[in-house]
């Protein structure tokens, strides 16, 4: 927090010798940032959004099942599932079936579609990519299954403990920083990171079938979610792509809307986290000059109104940036590029 002293310093000196041209509280409606307007008249209409390229819309699957879910075999005995917002797979073995996520919107139908893809395999293993709710809230589904192992990362299971998630299973086999497990005959690599949760994220790699998960990361075709997928590690989270990147690997999930990645959305995701990170220092030696402009502007009356509309210049100059090159590559970079150049504005902030 470097600047923050300064802010309070100038703030406090300036507030008893200059007048302000501010008006007063409640003079004119205030226009928050980042607040999207349902009113089509208004300069931050929805309507003023792009919709999705057309080369993402030509990825998405089809609902091919009764439930309304999207199910296919990416490899043999392997299936990747979707109801179009969350992600998940389970994998069929000659021992049993392994249940990767438990995503809560497919709740009972879950079950449903691994007994139609599987017909009579008991489901022997359950293994939880990290310990959020809303992949894995959609455990309840499996509660009763009699032996059912259900994998997670120590910490994870340490912070379920504490505090329990509605819908999440309690683990009974646990690991630390890695766990190489094989089911009937296929090998299942665990490895910890931390690019995601707030304890631990799991990797998870089947190196037979070239198959790679990593939650909460990238939306193929997309700009990341809201704050680089609401990372809580901007450190990992940007680290995490060289680690991905080392596993050989054609399938890539993520979690969330409707396309299983490949190896050229990583790639091409990291592409754009780097260049948001590049953009944001680029502009950051200017930030004091900017202050003092805001400063000026506001009167010295309020040094953390000065300080938002820095952040909000760099903000809103990156974003322009990143829109101008990324808008043709990539899907929804309208809507969330300005979340991303903030989550590292405040992490140059604090770093
Ligand atoms: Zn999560």
Same mark, same amino acid.
């Given at each position: 927090m470097r600047y923050l002293t300064t802010v309070s310093a100038m703030a406090c000196v300036a507030v008893l010798t200059i007048p302000s041209p501010l008006t007063a509280a409640g003079d004119h409606a205030h226009n928050p940032a980042n607040t999207i307007s349902?009113?089509?008249?208004?300069?931050?209409?929805?309507?003023h959004f792009a919709p999705e390229l057309p080369a993402m819309q030509a990825r998405i699957p089809e609902a091919n099942t009764e439930f309304g879910l999207h199910v296919s075999e #990416? =490899?043999?005995g392997l299936f990747f599932i979707t109801d179009f917002i969350y992600q998940s797979a389970f994998l069929v073995t000659d021992e049993g079936v392994v249940v990767f996520d438990a995503p809560p919107s497919f709740g009972d139908r879950h079950r449903a579609v691994i007994e139609m893809s599987a017909p009579g395999v008991p489901i022997t293993h359950f293994i939880l990519s990290h310990k959020h709710a809303d992949h894995n809230g959609g455990g309840y589904a499996f509660g009763? #299954? =009699?032996?059912l192992t259900v994998i997670a990362a120590q910490a994870s299971a340490d912070s379920l403990a504490a505090n329990p998630l509605r819908g999440v299973l309690k683990p009974n086999q646990t690991f630390d920083e890695s766990l190489s497990l094989t089911v009937g005959g296929v090998p299942i690599e665990l490895q910890t990171a931390n690019f995601h949760a707030n304890d631990t994220d799991v990797i998870i790699h089947l190196p037979q079938q070239k198959f790679l998960m990593a939650i909460d990361t990238i939306t193929p075709g997309e700009a990341p979610f809201m704050n680089f997928g609401a990372t809580s590690n901007l450190e990992g989270y940007m680290a995490g792509f060289d680690t991905f990147l080392s596993y050989d690997f054609e399938h890539f999930l993520?979690?969330?809307?409707?396309v299983l990645g490949k190896r050229q959305d990583v790639e091409t995701a990291r592409d754009y986290a780097f260049d948001v990170r590049d953009t944001v220092y680029s502009l950051w030696p200017s930030f004091l000059e900017r202050f003092g402009a805001n400063i000026d502007l506001t009167g010295y009356q309020n040094g953390n109104l000065a300080y938002r509309m820095t952040m909000e210049d760099v903000r809103d100059e990156c974003a322009a940036q990143i829109i101008d090159r990324w808008e043709d590559k990539l899907s929804v970079v309208d809507l969330w590029a300005d979340s991303h150049c903030e989550t590292v504005v405040l992490h140059a902030i604090m770093h």
């Open positions: 349902t009113d089509v008249g208004h300069p931050d209409s929805f309507r #990416i =490899e043999p009763d #299954i =009699e032996g993520s979690g969330h809307v409707s």
